[in-house]
């Protein structure tokens, strides 16, 4: 899922989404209702009018705040008190008011407020942090009142067994439409990332959305996906393409490189975008060394593409039961290059 934090994909319009393939676009709470208000977006329509993608959209409770602004936050039962970081101001965000602000934001899937302990927490802290987010989900659900809308729970719990087991099992009693594996990859190792993943994940309703928070490399996502995960988000690709990379099935190709610049040929031979058909590496790597907006924009394109052609891909071999094999080999080419 493309992550588009302010009510935009950086650099990408609706239609340039639709052309690549892209399913559900992410908006960010925390940052939507700071600037420009619930108030604009709900008088325009909601997100969807608003920004113009006429396709299903997610948006997070500003939980990742908690974890990403640790240090101007102070976290209570009643909720999170923030300084704002455009003007410093003191914001109060409880499990209520962050349930109304995605209501009023109009997303087809919103996500209960929760803490996102770093890794290094102690297992004192991440205990009594799951207790307080299942509190936070049961006071989301109860305050929820939209019927169009499908409200997430979030599971927490670090990287201990039997509190992620505990906090599973509080969140699927509440009872939700999806859930969402929270409180990893934030820093831990990728092999605990992952030897926690496949604890959890099974235990996860199975006729239910399975999302997993914040992954977007490609080996990452299909490690997950081999693991029962259904949805993912992060900003890696957009990020990249601002950085001059492009993410290719032969790894990373960086195009502030030297060996770029007079290369002719295209900047991916196996993709269809416009970046990789109308324009040749040499001037895509010119366009990012001069930091020109127009080589952001290619190579966003092209990532976003690459991403999402991925999970098309996995999509289609897990249907004709070939994903094992095929992921495998994926893999072995991508870190071999």
């Known amino acids: 899922?493309?992550?588009?934090?302010?009510?935009?994909?950086?650099?990408?319009?609706?239609?340039?989404?639709?052309?690549?393939?892209?399913?559900?676009?992410?908006?960010?709470?925390?940052?939507?209702?700071?600037?420009?208000?619930?108030?604009?977006?709900?008088?325009?329509?909601?997100?969807?009018?608003?920004?113009?993608?006429?396709?299903?959209?997610?948006?997070?409770?500003?939980?990742?705040?908690?974890?990403?602004l640790a240090e101007t936050r102070r976290i209570s039962e009643k909720g999170v008190e923030f300084a704002s970081v455009y003007d410093g101001s003191?914001?109060?965000?409880?499990?209520?008011?962050?349930?109304?602000?995605?209501?009023?934001?109009?997303?087809?899937?919103t996500m209960v407020l929760d803490e996102c302990p770093p890794a290094n927490a102690s297992r004192e802290y991440h205990a009594e942090s799951l207790r307080r987010t299942a509190r936070w989900a049961e006071r989301c659900k109860e305050a929820h009142g939209r019927w169009d809308q499908a409200?997430?729970?979030?599971?927490?719990?670090?990287?201990?067994?039997?509190?992620?087991?505990?906090s599973l099992s509080r969140t699927v009693e509440i009872g939700?439409?999806?859930?969402?594996?929270?409180g990893l990859s934030v820093g831990e190792p990728r092999e605990e990332m992952l030897e926690s993943l496949s604890l959890t994940a099974p235990m996860l309703?199975?006729?239910?959305?399975?999302?997993?928070?914040?992954?977007g490399d490609p080996v990452g996502i299909l490690e997950v996906i081999a693991l029962g995960v259904d949805m993912f988000d992060c900003v890696l690709p957009t990020r990249l393409a601002r950085h001059g990379a492009a993410m290719t099935a032969r790894g990373r190709i960086n195009l502030r490189n030297a060996k770029h610049r007079r290369d002719l040929g295209p900047l991916d031979p196996e993709c269809s975008c416009e970046a990789?058909?109308?324009?040749?590496?040499?001037?895509?790597a010119h366009l990012v060394r001069e930091d020109e907006l127009?080589?952001?924009?290619?190579?966003?394109?092209?990532?976003?593409?690459?991403?999402?052609?991925?999970?098309?891909?996995?999509?289609?071999?897990?249907?004709v039961g070939g994903f094992e094999e095929w992921s495998r080999a994926w893999m072995t080419r991508y870190t071999s290059t």
Request: proline share 6%; charged share 20%; net charge neutral.
């Open 1 to 68: 899922m493309p992550v588009g934090t302010k009510g935009t994909v950086k650099g990408l319009t609706p239609g340039d989404l639709r052309s690549v393939g892209a399913g559900i676009v992410l908006g960010n709470t925390y940052h939507l209702y700071l600037r420009p208000g619930t108030d604009l977006v709900r008088e325009a329509g909601g997100l969807h009018a608003f920004t113009g993608w006429h396709g299903p959209m997610l948006t997070d409770s500003g939980g990742y705040q908690v974890f990403s």
């Open 90 to 109: 003191l914001q109060v965000f409880t499990p209520e008011l962050t349930t109304k602000v995605q209501e009023d934001l109009g997303a087809d899937i």
């Open 151 to 166: 409200l997430f729970g979030i599971v927490q719990g670090g990287l201990y067994p039997d509190l992620r087991e505990e």
């Open 176 to 182: 939700f439409p999806g859930y969402a594996v929270g």
């Open 205 to 215: 309703p199975a006729d239910k959305p399975r999302y997993f928070m914040g992954i």
């Open 276 to 284: 990789c058909t109308g324009y040749s590496r040499a001037y895509l």
């Open 294 to 319: 127009l080589g952001h924009r290619l190579l966003t394109l092209h990532n976003v593409r690459f991403t999402v052609e991925l999970c098309r891909r996995a999509r289609e071999e897990i249907l």
